[in-house]
């Protein structure tokens, strides 16, 4: 049961453009949603993450935006770079429960110059 | 502070081997996880503890044992390897639950023809 969607699976962005990177999640009890950023060979690392009493968060080119009636919610990158190529997840999280993430798919992100 | 490390880095095994993955921060992370990661399906939680002595199944727990005798160390241990256990297996620490940032190992990449 896959109950974090994730789009799209992979995605090409010129540099200097806006990656765009969309979830939606079924579970009404997750209240705490993180982005995780992975580089090849390597673990996921947290990027940034928000819980739904805000519709955006912002931390430098990065900025989640919320949408809790419509249960989902996106990672936006603005200026894209090269270095930002990596695989990117979005997951999610009911509070109560140990923090266990279910994760979405993934998407390949690869800057172009 | 070495953080979350994982041995070994590639294991083949034939099928009905068993083997153990070994995982141990540094951190004093209360809670540890184990996910194993199929390309195009994001991470999946196979087992997780909120403490020493305390464990509890995950989404995909089947095939898997742990055990949490120390606060440091989380190994997961596969008997009677199968082909649907070639994955790539993840191992994440936290200092609480809830919207606690999950630091991931490097990973095991494990093959069982």
């Known amino acids: 049961q896959q109950q974090v969607k994730q789009s799209p699976q992979s995605l090409i962005v010129q540099k200097g453009g806006i990656s765009i990177i969309n979830c939606a999640y079924e579970?009404?009890?997750?209240?705490?949603f993180p982005w995780y950023q992975q580089f090849p060979g390597k673990g996921p690392a947290l990027l940034i993450a928000?819980?739904?009493?805000?519709s955006e968060k912002k931390e430098g080119r990065f900025t989640i935006s919320f949408n809790k009636s419509a249960k989902q919610f996106s990672l936006h990158i603005m200026d894209s770079q090269p270095g930002d190529s990596a695989t990117y997840f979005c997951?999610?999280?009911?509070?109560?429960?140990?923090?266990?993430?279910?994760f979405g798919t993934g998407t390949r992100l690869q800057v172009t110059l | 502070n070495a953080g979350v490390t994982q041995t070994p880095k590639f294991r083949i095994l034939k099928i009905g081997q068993s083997m153990t993955l070994q995982c141990t921060q540094d951190?004093?992370?209360?809670?540890m996880y184990w996910y194993r990661q199929d390309p195009g399906m994001g991470l999946k939680l196979i087992y997780y503890?909120?403490?020493?002595?305390?464990?509890d199944k995950g989404e995909v727990p089947n095939g898997y044992n742990v055990s949490r005798s120390t606060t440091e160390d989380f190994p997961l241990r596969l008997e009677l390897a199968a082909p649907s256990q070639t994955s790539v297996y993840f191992c994440?620490?936290?200092?609480?639950?809830?919207?606690?940032?999950?630091?991931f190992g490097p990973g095991t990449r494990l093959t069982v023809t």
């Open positions: 503890s909120v403490g020493a002595g305390i464990t």
């Open positions: 951190m004093n992370h209360n809670y």
């Open positions: 994440a620490s936290s200092s609480r639950g809830g919207t606690g940032e999950q630091y």
């Open positions: 997951a999610a999280s009911d509070t109560g429960t140990a923090s266990k993430l279910t």
């Open positions: 579970n009404t009890a997750f209240d705490y």
């Open positions: 928000i819980r739904p009493d805000v």
